[in-house]
T-cell receptor, first 113, second 115 residues
Framework: DVKVTQSSRYLVKRTGEKVFLECVQD?????MFWYRQDPGLGLRLIYF???????EKGDIPEGYSVSREKKERFSLILESASTNQTSMYLC????????????FGDGTRLSIL | AQTVTQSQPEMSVQEAETVTLSCTYD???????LFWYKQPPSRQMILVIR??????QNATENRFSVNFQKAAKSFSLKISDSQLGDAAMYFC????????????FGQGTELSVKP
């Protein structure tokens, strides 16, 4: 089975801090994604990556950056955390290919105080 | 831009009964995929079923089936013989047909199952 592991289930940080959310997958997937999930809004794509050192902006990239130095790891960075970034963050990965589904991690519940 | 709409924030079904969750989408593309994902209270999102737009036949996975109406841009999920373990948030999602395309999600429908 595909395993997508997010480093923290719950995280509490303060406004202005630099926050790192880590995601690791163990199935040699080319594609990796970061979403945030908010009630009534579903999941919205923040950033995604098709390959090592490659990144593409999603629908809501403002206030975030990402890093993919190794194929299995995709990090989401909140440069200066703000209270409106309090949310659930989900990482996903997939193989390249037309019919490949995305596999998700358990999520990180991030609270910015 | 593509959009996905789930108009039912909450649904409820009696155990062993059948329930249908609605999803509509908007796209000008002809090549795309549609998905239903399930997110149980433990939070890990899992794939329930997928449908390729070019395929006329509705997808089926055990007790889960879809009603894909391409002209109406409708993609509903039917759960037969509902079980307590079906209680979850269900998300409909759209993806363009090229490889690696991003998913566009609906708002979600929270399904509760009554014993």
């Amino acid at each position: 089975d595909v395993k997508v592991t997010q480093s923290s289930r719950y995280l509490v940080k303060r406004t202005g801090e630099k926050v790192f959310l880590e995601c690791v997958q163990d199935m040699d997937h080319e594609n990796m994604f970061w979403y945030r999930q908010d009630p009534g809004l579903g999941l919205r794509l923040i950033y995604f990556s098709y390959d090592v050192k490659m990144k593409e902006k999603g629908d809501i990239p403002e206030g975030y950056s990402v890093s993919r130095e190794k194929k299995e790891r995709f990090s989401l960075i909140l440069e200066s955390a703000s209270t409106n970034q309090t949310s659930m963050y989900l990482c996903a990965s997939s193989l390249s290919g037309r019919n490949q589904p995305q596999h998700f991690g358990d999520g990180t519940r991030l609270s910015i105080l | 831009a593509q959009t996905v709409t789930q108009s039912q924030p909450e649904m409820s079904v009696q155990e062993a009964e059948t329930v249908t969750l609605s999803c509509t989408y908007d796209t000008s593309e002809s090549d795309y995929y549609l998905f239903w994902y399930k997110q149980p209270p433990s939070r890990q999102m899992i794939l329930v079923i997928r449908q390729e737009a070019y395929k006329q036949q509705n997808a089926t996975e055990n007790r889960f089936s879809v009603n894909f109406q391409k002209a109406a841009k409708s993609f509903s999920l039917k759960i037969s013989d509902s079980q307590l373990g079906d209680a979850a948030m269900y998300f409909c999602a759209y993806r363009r047909g090229y490889q690696g395309g991003k998913l566009i999600f609906g708002q979600g429908t929270e399904l509760s199952v009554k014993p």
